[in-house]
Every structure is written in structure tokens, then in C-alpha cells.
Nanobody, 126 residues
Framework: EVQLMESGGGSVQSGGSLRLSCVPSGFIYSSWSMAWFRQTPEKEREGVACIDYDGSSSYAPSAKCRFTISQDNANGTLYLQMNGLKPEDTGIYYC????????????????????WGQGTQVTVSS
């Protein structure tokens, strides 16, 4: 059974930093793509960053230059380092996984990902 367990969310002030983690289990992460998505009550779920099984990464325009996605090759743990946080970054952040490559230059697309974590709340205050 594929499971994704996120952690690391919290409340920070504008300009602050957070690092999210996602621990995968139940699949061979080395041949899967993994990604981070964000959702708020006002918006549909949107892609933030993705890392392909070959190590290539992509970001939504709003995340470029501020966020960094990475993966621990030893255990597959996915990270999202978020710097320079803004109030508009507030939302529930979800880790997701999909078998194969789903590279998209402007960040991951929800329709391509089949497995989801429960989410972790990020709140950025001004």
C-alpha cells in the first residue's frame, strides 16, 4: 500500500522559512515522480514543485527562486525548503506520487498524480 506522510508545516511570519518533509512507503520511489501541491479554500489544488525519478525538478512560477525540492536517495524522503514565505503561500501542502515521469516545466499537474498524503498546514502571516 502506497503511503505518504507529510510533516513540517506550521505558522510563520512573512519572510520566514519552513521545511516540509514527506516520508514515502509501499513503492519503489526511485522509479516514481514525487511532488508538492498546495490548496486553499479559494483555489483549486495547484502544483508547487516536482522531482522526477531522474532527479530533474520543476517549479510553479510562484515558487521559483524561493522554494527548493529535494529527495533523499537513501530512503526516498521528499523535502520542500520554503524561503521568503509570503501570505499567499498559506494553504494545505500535499505530497503526491506517481509511477513514471510527469515532468512539466511550470510545475506538477494534479491530474498526473495518483497517490496523496493527508496534507500539512502552512500559515504565513503578514
Amino acid at each position: 500500500e502506497v503511503q505518504l506522510m507529510e510533516s513540517g508545516g506550521g505558522s510563520v511570519q512573512s519572510g520566514g522559512s519552513l521545511r516540509l518533509s514527506c516520508v514515502p512507503s509501499g513503492f519503489i520511489y526511485s522509479s516514481w515522480s514525487m511532488a508538492w501541491f498546495r490548496q486553499t479554500p479559494e483555489k483549486e489544488r495547484e502544483g508547487v514543485a516536482c522531482i522526477d525519478y531522474d532527479g530533474s525538478s520543476s517549479y510553479a512560477p510562484s515558487a521559483k527562486c524561493r522554494f527548493t525540492i529535494s529527495q533523499d536517495n537513501a530512503n526516498g524522503t521528499l523535502y520542500l525548503q520554503m524561503n521568503g514565505l509570503k501570505p499567499e503561500d498559506t494553504g494545505i501542502y500535499y505530497c503526491a506520487a506517481a509511477r513514471g515521469s510527469y515532468y512539466n516545466e511550470n510545475g506538477p499537474l494534479p491530474k498526473n498524480f495518483h497517490y496523496w498524503g493527508q496534507g500539512t498546514q502552512v500559515t504565513v502571516s503578514s
